[in-house]
T-cell receptor
C-alpha cells in the first residue's frame, strides 16, 4: 500500500526567507513523486515531479524539491518566499510500476507567508 | 490548452437525491481520473479511464457511485441516493499517456463542491 505523510499542518515563514514543506512517502519499488498547490476555490496546480535522475527537481514559480531515497523524503523548498506563495500544498506519490497512475496524496500543509 | 473544466462548480442537494457531475479534460488527454477531497484532507482516488475504458473502479466508495466516459472525451460521475457523508469536493484530472514510460502528469480541474442537506 502507498502512503504519504506531511507532518506539518501549517508552516509559517516571513517573506524573503527560505521555506521548506516536508513530505515522506512509502511505496513499493521506485517512487514517482509530485507536488501540487491549491489556492482557495481552485483545483490543484502542478508544481513539479520526480521521476528519475537528478535528486534536485526544479519546478514552477521558483520551487524545487529534493528527493532523498534513504530518508524516503521529498521536501519542497524555495529560497525566498513570497506572500503570494501562501496556499495549501500537497505531496503525492505512486509506484513506478503502478500502471493505473493512481496518486496517493498527503494531508496537505498550509503555507503562510507573512510580510 | 484550456485546462480541465468541471460543471457545476457547486451543487446543493437534499439527502436521497441523485446528482451528476461532468468533467471535460484537456482535449488531447487520453486518461481521466476522479478524486474526492473532504475538508482538511488530501484528494482520495476514486476511479480512472484510459480512453473510454474504465480501468480501475474498485476505489469507488460504494455502489451508489458510478462513472462513465462513453466516447473517450468528457466523463460523468453520478452519485445515487446521496447521503450527508457524500458532501465533499469532487475533483477531475486528466493526463496524456504518450509513452510506455507511464510518467504522465495529472492536471486537475477546479472541482465540484457537493453539499448534501
Amino acid at each position: 500500500a502507498q502512503s504519504v505523510a506531511q507532518p506539518e499542518d501549517q508552516v509559517n515563514v516571513a517573506e524573503g526567507n527560505p521555506l521548506t514543506v516536508k513530505c515522506t512517502y512509502s511505496v513499493s519499488g521506485n517512487p514517482y513523486l509530485f507536488w501540487y498547490v491549491q489556492y482557495p476555490n481552485r483545483g490543484l496546480q502542478f508544481l513539479l515531479k520526480y521521476i528519475t535522475g537528478d535528486n534536485l527537481v526544479k519546478g514552477s514559480y521558483g520551487f524545487e524539491a529534493e528527493f532523498n531515497k534513504s530518508q524516503t523524503s521529498f521536501h519542497l523548498k524555495k529560497p525566498s518566499a513570497l506572500v503570494s506563495d501562501s496556499a495549501l500544498y500537497f505531496c503525492a506519490a505512486r509506484a513506478a510500476n503502478n500502471a493505473g497512475n493512481m496518486l496517493t496524496f498527503g494531508g496537505g500543509t498550509r503555507l503562510m507567508v507573512k510580510p | 490548452d484550456t485546462g480541465v473544466s468541471q460543471n457545476p462548480r457547486h451543487k446543493i442537494t437534499k439527502r436521497g437525491q441523485n446528482v451528476t457531475f461532468r468533467c471535460d479534460p484537456i482535449s488531447e488527454h487520453n486518461r481521466l481520473y476522479w478524486y474526492r477531497q473532504t475538508l482538511g484532507q488530501g484528494p482520495e482516488f476514486l476511479t480512472y479511464f484510459q480512453n473510454e475504458a474504465q480501468l480501475e473502479k474498485s476505489r469507488l466508495l460504494s455502489d451508489r457511485f458510478s462513472a462513465e466516459r462513453p466516447k473517450g472525451s468528457f466523463s460523468t460521475l453520478e452519485i445515487q441516493r446521496t447521503e450527508q457523508g457524500d458532501s465533499a469536493m469532487y475533483l477531475c484530472a486528466s493526463s496524456l499517456l504518450a509513452t510506455s514510460a507511464n510518467t504522465d502528469t495529472q492536471y486537475f480541474g477546479p472541482g465540484t463542491r457537493l453539499t448534501v442537506l
